[in-house]
Structure formats: C-alpha cells, structure tokens
C-alpha cells in the first residue's frame, strides 16, 4: 500500500536521487521491498520469457562486500573522470552549484553504501559485450523500465533510492559476491534503498524542454 498521497506527476517529479536524506537506521520490512518488485514486474520487455532476475541484498556481510567493490570502482570512475574534471564544466552558477552537490552526495554514499539497509541489483539475462545496436537495446531495454518503476514504487512508499552502476567496474567480483553466473547474467545496475529522512523532494533543475525536443526531425 503506498504510504504517501502523491499525485502521478508530482511521483514522476520528485522520484529524485537519494543519497544523504536516506535513514540508515531503520530498518525495511522485506514486504514493502516485494510490493515494489511485484510492480516492477508490469514494466515492459522485449522477451516474452521475462529475462529478468532481481537480486534482493539485506545480508550486512554481502552488503559490506558490494559496497568494497563499488568503493573500488568509484575510485576508478574518479581516475578516468579526473582530466575531465580538470575542464570547467558548469556553464553558470546554478550548474556549478548542482555538481558539486552531485559531488558531494556521491561521497557520502560512497562512505555509507555497506550502512543501507537494502541493496537490489535488476539483472538481465544475456550479455551485451559485442551484441549489435539492437540486442543492446533489447536488454537493457527489458531491465532499466523495471528499474525505474521499482524506484517509483518505492517512492511511494516513502523509500528512497539511487540508480548506480559503479559497481560494474568490477562486475565479475560482485557476480561471485553474489553467485550470478557472469557469463550468462548481467548486472544492470546497484540500487540502495532506505525510507528517507523527511518525504519532501523537488523537482531537479533540467535543461528547457526546446532545447531538447526535435519534432519531426533533428
Ligand atoms: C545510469 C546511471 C548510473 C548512475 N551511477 C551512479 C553511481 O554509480 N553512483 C552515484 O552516486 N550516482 C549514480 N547515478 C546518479 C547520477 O550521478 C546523478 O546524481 C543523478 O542522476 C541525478 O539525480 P537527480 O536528477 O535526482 O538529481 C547514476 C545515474 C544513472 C542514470
């Protein structure tokens, strides 16, 4: 049952990624975490035989081992990201203030991953490594809509959660934390979730919709 009375545009506006806001102490119900996936489950795929596989981890010992590996694949991210960094990349104050929120928040669940009391990692069956265009976008089609709709589920609830993928740096380390069979499986991506400290979110700064939209052609 979902807890917060939110209307569908104000679910779809402020589903945001939470990082700092997420309660670290207490604790979720294993049912409010099915309820979600049972709605997840509606999502579209391309696959009639539902390739999908979710990976429910509350085990403080697996979730101090994702959270090592996603340590070392931040790590990474930031090593290649650097010379990046190094360039100016916010074009006015605003930007330049939501990056380094962004910055900041990802160091605190970088700090924090192993204390969140869920991690669900979606997986799709079939590996993308040199599949052409289409069978990429097939799979990861056929996971990232559940992904989405189990966060908005969740949302509802009054959980909060974050897309990320740093783990899959190390992928194969995090499929032999969890016994996935790597050759077959891949991980989509590490959702951590938590009920959230206060339920009021806003609206994230997006560039104005002309300046995105092509109607007709490019
Ligand atoms: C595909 C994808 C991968 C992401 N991976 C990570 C990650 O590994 N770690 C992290 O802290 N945030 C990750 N993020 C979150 C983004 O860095 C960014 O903070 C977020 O999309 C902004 O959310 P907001 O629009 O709710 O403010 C990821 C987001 C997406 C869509």
């Known amino acids: 049952m979902p807890v917060l009375d939110l209307s569908i ?5 402020t589903t945001r990624t939470v990082r700092k806001r997420l309660d670290l102490a207490r604790p979720v ?21 539902q390739d999908w596989h979710f990976i429910v981890v509350t085990d403080p010992q697996q979730r101090q081992a994702l959270a090592t590996i996603y340590r070392k694949g931040a790590a ?15 074009s006015n104050e605003q930007e330049a203030s939501t990056l380094a929120r962004v910055i900041d928040s990802g160091r605190y669940l970088i700090e924090h991953l192993h204390e969140v009391p869920v991690h669900v ?10 599949m052409p265009t289409i069978a990429q976008a097939a799979r990861w089609g056929s996971i990232m809509p559940a992904a989405w709709s189990f966060m908005l589920a969740a949302r509802s609830r009054g959980l909060g959660s974050s897309l990320t993928s740093f783990h899959l740096f190390f ?13 077959e ?9 938590a009920y959230t400290l206060g339920t009021d979110f806003k609206p994230a700064a997006r560039k104005p919709l002309e300046s995105v939209l092509h109607w007709d052609r490019w």
Request: glycine share 2%; net charge negative.
């Open 9 to 13: 545009d104000t679910l779809l506006t």
């Open 29 to 49: 119900e294993p049912q409010v975490i099915r309820e979600c996936l049972e709605l997840a489950l509606q999502a579209p795929t391309a696959s009639y035989s």
């Open 76 to 90: 990474r991210y930031v090593e290649l990201m650097t010379p990046v960094y190094q360039q100016p990349m916010a």
């Open 121 to 130: 990692i979606p997986c799709i069956q079939g590996r993308t490594e040199n």
């Open 171 to 183: 992928e194969q380390e995090a499929a032999e934390v969890l016994g996935i069979p790597y050759e």
């Open 185 to 193: 499986v891949m991980q989509a991506a590490l959702i951590p979730v």
